[in-house]
Structures are given as structure tokens and as C-alpha cells.
């Protein structure tokens, strides 16, 4: 079945430092790839998306690059804040008729230190 | 802006109690699902629903049912709670699919302690 395997954590920075959370995936076809944040005390939210290969989804100063030849989906922040604390999944939807759930990984808690 | 309201934030149930989540979604969504978020674990599929009086197992179904007698609300059920039951429950919703990945959106949650 489908599965997304995602870094664990916790990862800590310091303020305006370079993010990278890694998330490989394991699905048949071409599934729609997601990011999603929790903040503290809070349900989640989308970050953002990508639905076909080398699409890059984008939101927040937040990227992430659809790579199907090595089935991963990485998040990416060139500067992050203190305000960007959060639990941060990852997601697939796969691709069959009525099969619109979200897998999810087991979610990575990043803090930023000012 | 879609709202998909959880009535209960924190509550506290017996073991052996029935008990019900409520969720209620104000978009005209026809998916529902109920998720469980556990550390370590992540979030897991507990039941989903297509439409009305539609309801699918999801991957960890067993201790729990749900009901939609109407579009805009979904309920969680555990018919006798247990310790082991103890978490964070998240309802969710998003449009029917047309060839489109929707966005599913989820509520604040519901933290669920069984003592």
C-alpha cells in the first residue's frame, strides 16, 4: 500500500538558518503530493501541494519539488523564522477513483531558536 | 474560508463510556474522514465517508464507528473507550474528486483522554 516515509525529528535551528525536511514516498502511479503544518495547539493546514512530477509547489517562502524518479517530495526554506516552529507532514493522495485520503508520515517538530 | 468545527476540544471519558466526537463542515464537502494522531505515529485513517449514510473503514477502524445522517456532519463513535484510545482525533473534509487532488481541511481537534 502507499507509504511516506519523512525525517525524523526534532530538528532545531537558529533563526534565518537553511531548512531541508526530507519525505520519500511508495505508491503505484502518479499520486498528489502535500505538506501540511501544525502549529501548537492547532489542526493542520495545507502548505502547499504538487499534483504531477517536477511540479513545484510553493507558499510562505516555503518549496517543495515533486521528484518521481526518486519518489520524493523534500521541503525546503531558504531562511526560517521563529514563527515557523511547527510540526510539519507529509502527505500522499493517491491516484485511484475514490481513493482521496491522505497517507501521512509520522510528521517532523521543527523549533527555530532566535 | 472553509470551517470545519470539532464541538469538543479536551474532554475526558471512563473507561467502558460511550462516546461521541462530533464534526461539522460548512463548505457542502461530500468526503469526511476522522483521523487519530499519535507522537511517533503520525496521523492514521480511522473511517472516511463519500457521501451521505456512506462511511468506509480506514486503516485502523477497530474500536470505533462512525454515523452521517447528514452532508455537513460526521461523528465518531467509541461504542467503550479504552486507555488505549487516548489521543488527539482530527475531522476533515474536502470536495468530491474531479481528476483534481482537493485540499482536504481539518479542524482544531479533539483531545481525547479515556482514565
Known amino acids: 500500500g502507499d507509504s511516506v516515509t519523512q525525517m525524523e525529528g526534532p530538528v532545531t535551528l537558529s533563526e534565518e538558518a537553511f531548512l531541508t525536511i526530507n519525505c520519500t514516498y511508495t505508491?503505484?502511479?502518479?499520486?498528489?503530493l502535500f505538506w501540511y503544518v501544525q502549529y501548537p495547539g492547532e489542526g493542520l493546514q495545507l502548505l502547499l501541494k504538487?499534483?504531477?512530477?517536477?511540479d513545484k509547489g510553493s507558499n510562505k517562502g516555503f518549496e517543495a519539488t515533486y521528484r518521481k524518479e526518486t519518489t520524493s517530495f523534500h521541503l525546503e526554506k531558504g531562511s526560517v523564522q521563529v514563527s515557523d516552529s511547527a510540526v510539519y507532514f507529509c502527505?500522499?493522495?493517491?491516484?485511484?477513483?475514490?481513493?482521496?485520503?491522505?497517507?501521512f508520515g509520522t510528521g517532523t517538530r521543527l523549533t527555530i531558536i532566535p | 474560508d472553509v470551517k470545519v468545527t470539532q464541538s469538543s476540544r479536551y474532554l475526558v471519558k471512563r473507561t467502558g463510556e460511550k462516546v461521541f466526537l462530533e464534526c461539522v463542515q460548512d463548505?457542502?464537502?461530500?468526503?469526511m474522514f476522522w483521523y487519530r494522531q499519535d507522537p511517533g505515529l503520525g496521523l492514521r485513517l480511522i473511517y472516511f465517508?463519500?457521501?451521505?449514510?456512506?462511511?468506509e473503514k480506514g486503516d485502523i477502524p477497530e474500536g470505533y464507528s462512525v454515523s452521517r445522517e447528514k452532508k455537513e456532519r460526521f461523528s465518531l463513535i467509541l461504542e467503550s473507550a479504552s486507555t488505549n484510545q487516548t489521543s488527539m482525533y482530527l475531522c476533515?473534509?474536502?470536495?468530491?474528486?474531479?481528476?483534481?487532488?482537493?485540499?482536504?481541511?481539518f479542524g482544531e481537534g479533539s483531545w481525547l483522554t479515556v482514565v
Open positions: 463548505m457542502d464537502h461530500e468526503n
Open positions: 476533515a473534509s474536502s470536495l468530491y474528486r474531479d481528476r483534481v487532488a482537493n485540499t482536504i481541511y
Open positions: 502527505a500522499l493522495m493517491g491516484t485511484n477513483f475514490g481513493n482521496e485520503k491522505l497517507t
Open positions: 505508491a503505484t502511479g502518479y499520486p498528489s
Open positions: 465517508s463519500y457521501d451521505v449514510k456512506m462511511k
Open positions: 504538487a499534483t504531477k512530477a517536477d
